[in-house]
């Protein structure tokens, strides 16, 4: 089971970034593919047998709205929740780093 919940949050993560590209239009990314580098031209790792989509991102950018549909014989199950991604919290540490790893130090004099 916690296979297939870190599953739902990678998957998530991977059309998260896309969402925003949208605007305010209504968001409903579909992910089917897992790939093994950020690039279409990568291989790809897993071909995802049940439905994720995206349905919408939190005003912070920290959650998102995920749905999950899959279907064993004649049943169909559907499982809408939201998934805390702290992407935008992690981006801006990360920026935070980098800007502070390029900032100019003093010389040093003797």
């Not at 297939?4 to 239009?25: M, N, R, T, Y």
């Amino acid at each position: 089971m916690k296979r297939f919940v870190l599953l739902i949050i990678a998957l998530a993560a991977c059309g998260f970034s896309a969402a925003f590209a949208v605007g305010d239009q209504p968001i409903e990314i579909q992910v089917k593919t897992l790939y093994s580098a950020p690039s279409d031209s990568s291989n790809v790792v897993y071909q995802i047998p049940i439905d994720v989509k995206l349905l919408d991102v939190s005003e912070d950018g920290n959650w998102c709205k995920v749905k999950i549909s899959y279907r064993i014989g004649p049943l169909l199950y559907d499982y809408v929740g939201w998934s805390n991604l702290p992407l935008y919290d992690i981006l801006a540490e990360r920026q935070a780093q980098q800007v502070e790893a390029a900032a100019p130090t003093a010389p040093i004099l003797k």
